[in-house]
Antibody, heavy 121, light 108 residues
Framework: EVQLEESGGGLIQPGGSLRLSCVAS????????MSWVRQAPGKGLEWVSS???????YYEESVRGRFTTSRDISKNTVSLHINSLRAEDTAVYYC???????????????WGLGTLVTVSS | SYLLTQPPSVSVAPGQTARITCGGD??????VHWYQQKPGQAPVLVVF???DRPSGIPERFSGFTSGNTATLTISRVEAGDEADYYC???????????FGTGTQVTVL
């Protein structure tokens, strides 16, 4: 059962913009904590952004100002808008549901399959 | 920024025990989580809150933290355990999430 499904990736020229979407099928994105995590080809995982139940949004420092996270409750979707794309933004972008454990909201309990963004001319 | 360091690779024979370490300052004061990622697939949570397992994860996977080092132990290793493994913590300062550098586990 696919609980999170990302879309919107593709080949984009440097300097362009892109909007990634993630639709949740089993739970309400308005009632939980969600994140975007990316993985460049052959590299490790990198947290990008989170949006919390109360609407608070956090970004990794290197993407702040170019990345914008939002959610659409009517579509049960979270989105990531990326401006001024750079070659180093090339990665698979995963949407993930943040789990709340004994120590609070701190881990990624459900992941989507990811969507590939390639920035190249 | 907070850093988590893992060995690049670990090799283990089938049936033996694999131990994957994750180093970070004052790690025992944080809740460490572990993910398994097979080639071409999304990561899967295998251990959370230091030693808890999500439903469906075998008891062969266990976690422990002492001092500045967290360890993921995979007992009775199987060929299907071959994957990349990442540790991760939540850093309250800045409300951000940090991943380890990742360890590739090879089953000989």
């Amino acid at each position: 059962e696919v609980q999170l499904e990302e879309s919107g990736g593709g080949l984009i020229q440097p300097g362009g913009s892109l909007r990634l979407s993630c639709v949740a099928s089993v739970f309400d994105v308005s009632d939980t904590y969600m994140s975007w995590v990316r993985q460049a080809p052959g590299k490790g995982l990198e947290w990008v952004s989170s949006i919390y139940r109360d609407g608070t949004i956090y970004y990794e420092e290197s993407v702040r100002g170019r990345f914008t996270t939002s959610r659409d409750i009517s579509k049960n979707t979270v989105s990531l808008h990326i401006n001024s794309l750079r070659a180093e933004d090339t990665a698979v972008y995963y949407c993930a549901k943040i789990g709340v454990g004994r120590f609070g909201r701190s881990y990624f309990e459900i992941w989507g399959l990811g969507t590939l963004v390639t920035v190249s001319s | 920024s907070y850093l988590l360091t893992q060995p690049p690779s670990v090799s283990v024979a089938p049936g033996q025990t694999a131990r994957i370490t994750c180093g970070g300052d004052n790690l025992e004061r944080k809740s460490v989580h572990w993910y398994q990622q097979k080639p071409g697939q999304a990561p899967v949570l295998v251990v959370f809150d230091v030693f808890d397992r999500p439903s469906g994860i075998p008891e062969r996977f266990s976690g422990f933290t002492s001092g500045n080092t967290a360890t993921l132990t995979i007992s009775r290793v199987e060929a299907g355990d071959e994957a990349d493994y990442y540790c991760q913590v939540w850093e309250s300062t800045g409300d951000l999430y940090v991943f380890g550098t990742g360890t590739q586990v090879t089953v000989l």
